[in-house]
């Protein structure tokens, strides 16, 4: 990576993380609501625990998994808001009047998401085993945990990037919240694959890869270390993160050829 | 003059209840969250949570399917009376509900107008809600009476939740009051036996879900919904003391609003 390139993406990813730093408005709700539904559903879900097949005997260690995605999917819509802002804002035609690179814009402005990434795993964690959830693969376990987590978060958030370079509109990027949140309704979120037994949710999750993703942090919860269920949830977020950032990259070569 | 009054409030009503419905049904952005989002919850909450009509102890006549249509239902409702105090909020916002406020004789009418459309509003997604229930094969234990009664306590659900949100919306008079209206709507709701009966909740969750009044709520729903009412009394009481509660307290937000200017 040149100089050149180093210092923009430095730049913007400043920007992008002072942005999240001084709006508590995207932090706030991105820790609070996760964690409520966390203590709403390890609390009303404790028996669930009694099925038989059950991985684990606390329900808040195998539910500790869900904020983890919740929070990434804030990220969508706190990356995309961000950027559309700068749209409606003209602040990204100004930057296209710069020698700024197209990489540069997308990477510097995904800054604002690894930080958010950070804070919400480790409110997350903290927080759940603080609470008394077990964390079978021990402290370095924590570290993995973090790390997918950030990955998942930024990779999320190349889609909310998409959703601001094609629709140019904040208000476009809040409305795909739903549509996100219905990936998250129809996945092994509450139960296990195994346990879900209504045939056709069964299969809508089987083919979920929110289901894997939350495959590869319980598996650092519950079980220890499975490598294959971790190498599935990083290699999903990567794909995510690959295609989100290959579909943002065209948005934004469209959306500058239009300005 | 007390007829001359009450022609006058039903004319204001009218009026703000059918831009507001017709706002509804064109536009969807407003109509689509209405109908998919309970839609989401019952398919999640029925279909991925199934095996939780297998716990030891859990044994609701009805099954899980029509457990979890109720807390639905009621859900559905209460969003219903919210996403109305948003548009409320929106009109206040952008100047349009000045414009009401200076165009009504009756001012109560404006509330009543929104509150018309909330109930409408509740009616199409219970329509939709119903019909996809009956399809997964949900099971309806009570009679017809009860059924009415299971959506009559619905609607007083919307009626308080649309009254909550209007004395927030014309306090705030803005979109970012919509916070204000929306969590303690979902924290009430949450906090209440959502998954399994209360007798099978323990710990911090059964402290609160036992005072929630939600619970009450919930438990006399699905008792007509299983044909065995429970509550009903209590349930119909905190129904109709919710909503003269709001009722007060959104009187409170029209006068904030007329002092506003």
């Known amino acids: ?259 | 003059m007390s007829e001359q009054r009450t022609a006058g409030l039903a004319a204001v009503a009218r009026a703000v209840a059918w831009r507001s419905i017709h706002n509804f049904l064109t536009n969807p952005a407003f109509l689509m969250p209405a109908l998919l989002f309970p839609l989401f919850f019952f398919v999640s909450f029925a279909g991925g949570l199934a095996a939780i009509g297998e716990v030891p102890g859990f044994d609701f006549p009805s099954g899980y399917t029509a457990f979890q249509f109720v807390f639905v239902l009621l859900q559905s409702a209460a969003f219903g009376g919210v996403f109305t105090g948003f548009a409320m909020a929106r009109d206040f916002e952008s100047g349009f509900g000045r414009r009401y406020m200076l165009a009504a004789s009756h001012r109560s009418g404006i509330v009543l107008g929104y509150s018309l459309a909330a109930i409408f509003r509740a009616f199409v997604t219970w329509a939709v809600l119903t019909a996809v229930a009956l399809v997964a094969g949900m099971e309806v234990g009570g009679s017809g009476g009860e059924i009415v009664a299971l959506y009559a306590l619905a609607l007083l659900v919307n009626i308080a939740a649309t009254l909550w949100s209007a004395g927030v919306a014309l306090r705030v008079r803005s979109i970012q009051g919509g916070p204000l209206m929306q969590f303690p709507t979902f924290l009430v709701l949450f906090l209440a036996p959502v998954y399994v009966p209360l007798d099978l909740l323990s710990g911090w969750i059964h402290a609160i879900a036992s005072i929630n009044p939600v619970t009450a709520l919930l438990e006399a729903g699905r008792g007509f919904i299983s044909g065995d009412p429970v509550l009903v009394g209590l349930a119909f009481a905190i129904g109709v003391a919710l909503s003269l509660l709001f009722a007060a307290w959104a009187r409170g937000g029209l006068r904030s609003a007329e002092a506003a200017g």
Do not use: C
Not at chain 1, 77 to 90: F, H, K, V, W, Y
């Open chain 1, 1 to 259: 990576m040149s100089d050149g390139l180093r210092g923009q993406i430095g730049q913007l990813a400043r920007r992008s993380m002072l942005r999240t730093l001084r709006q508590p408005a995207q932090i706030v709700p991105a820790l609070v609501f996760p964690l409520f539904l966390l203590a709403v559903n390890s609390g009303g879900l404790e028996d669930a625990t009694n099925l038989p097949g059950f991985p684990t005997d606390s329900y808040l260690t195998f539910v500790l998994a869900v904020p983890f995605i919740q929070g990434a999917l804030f990220s969508v819509m706190n990356s995309g808001t961000d950027l559309a802002r700068d749209i409606e804002t003209g602040f990204l035609n100004r930057l296209a009047l710069t020698p700024l690179r197209g990489a540069a814009l997308l990477s510097g402005l995904l800054a604002g998401s690894f930080l958010l990434g950070v804070v919400q795993a480790v409110a997350y964690l903290s927080v759940g085993l603080i609470a008394g959830a077990d964390l079978a693969a021990g402290p370095a376990g924590a570290l993995v945990i973090l790390a997918l987590s950030v990955s998942i978060t930024v990779a999320f958030g190349t889609i909310g990037l998409f959703a601001a370079l094609r629709f140019g509109s904040g208000e476009a990027v809040q409305g795909l919240f739903p549509v996100f949140f219905v990936f998250l309704f129809l996945s092994a979120m509450t139960l296990p694959l195994d346990l879900l037994t209504t045939d056709w949710f069964h299969a809508i999750a089987s083919v979920n890869p929110v289901t894997y993703l939350l495959q590869a942090f319980r598996s650092l919860l519950i079980e220890g270390w499975n490598l294959g269920d971790l190498a599935l949830g990083f290699g999903i977020a990567a794909a995510i993160g690959t295609l989100g950032m290959l579909a943002a990259s065209s948005a934004l070569k469209t959306r500058l050829v239009r300005t």
